[in-house]
């Protein structure tokens, strides 16, 4: 069974810093990995899609690396603003398209 | 506009009072899904559609069904809610395959009294 794990579960930083949230997961017989946005009480916003062939994938300053082998993921966010802050989830999509979701890292960026 | 979208967005309710939450998406994907959302326990499928009249159970199933008569509506139906039915419910689509990204609603926030 599939489980998905996420480190650190919550994360200060200051404004402008470059910064890594951690993915690991313990099936590596995924299709893709998908990582998310999600604001409180909100729904869930599609940052980046890893196919289970690639090995990373870049929207804007976003980056997000998959190594299936080791079972771990990261997304690298560059020059963090206060519009980041945010919860950061990772999901794994195995067989029948099901999402298993890490439990996500809660990501505050001070002015 | 690529959309999926449910209503209502917000319930309250009472035990054991018959309910539906409606999810619709326009992008004639095949796959749609429900899932909960629980602080401290993330995000758990609940039911599953690989395509019309073919449905089947996530995680966790038990207290709720689901109909797929249309590839564009997949409802969410609770026949007897009960306060461990408080949660974020969100529905999600995708174009299939094993490959496509996933889109997700907006989300129903319901509380059963």
């Known amino acids: 069974k599939q489980e998905v794990t996420q480190i650190p579960a919550a994360l200060s930083v200051p404004e402008g810093e470059n910064l890594v949230l951690n993915c690991s997961f313990t099936?590596?017989?995924?299709?893709?990995l998908q990582w998310f946005r999600q604001d409180p009480g909100k729904g869930l916003t599609s940052l980046l899609l890893?196919?289970?062939?690639?090995r990373e994938q870049t929207s804007g300053r976003l980056n997000a690396s998959l190594d299936k082998s080791s079972g771990r993921s990261t997304l690298y966010i560059a020059a963090s603003q206060p519009g980041d802050s945010a919860t950061y989830l990772c999901?794994?999509?195995?067989?029948?398209?099901?999402?298993?979701f890490g439990k996500g890292t809660k990501l505050t960026v001070n002015p | 506009e690529a959309q999926v979208t449910q209503n209502p967005r917000y319930l309250i309710t009472v035990t054991g009072k018959k309910l539906t939450v409606t999810c619709s998406q326009n992008?004639?994907?095949?796959?749609m899904s429900w899932y909960r959302q629980d602080p401290g326990l993330g995000l758990r499928q609940i039911y599953y559609?690989?395509?019309?009249?073919?449905?089947d159970k996530g995680d966790v199933p038990e207290g709720y069904k689901v109909s797929r008569k249309e590839k564009r509506n997949f409802p969410l139906i609770l026949e007897s809610p009960s306060p461990n039915q408080t949660s974020l419910y969100f529905c999600?689509?995708?174009?299939?395959?094993?490959?496509?990204?996933?889109?997700f609603g907006p989300g129903t926030r319901l509380t059963v009294l």
């Open positions: 999901a794994c999509q195995g067989g029948s398209e099901k999402l298993v």
């Open positions: 099936d590596s017989a995924i299709y893709n």
């Open positions: 890893i196919q289970s062939s690639q």
């Open positions: 992008m004639n994907h095949e796959y």
């Open positions: 559609s690989m395509n019309v009249e073919v449905t």
């Open positions: 999600a689509t995708t174009g299939g395959r094993g490959y496509n990204e996933q889109f």
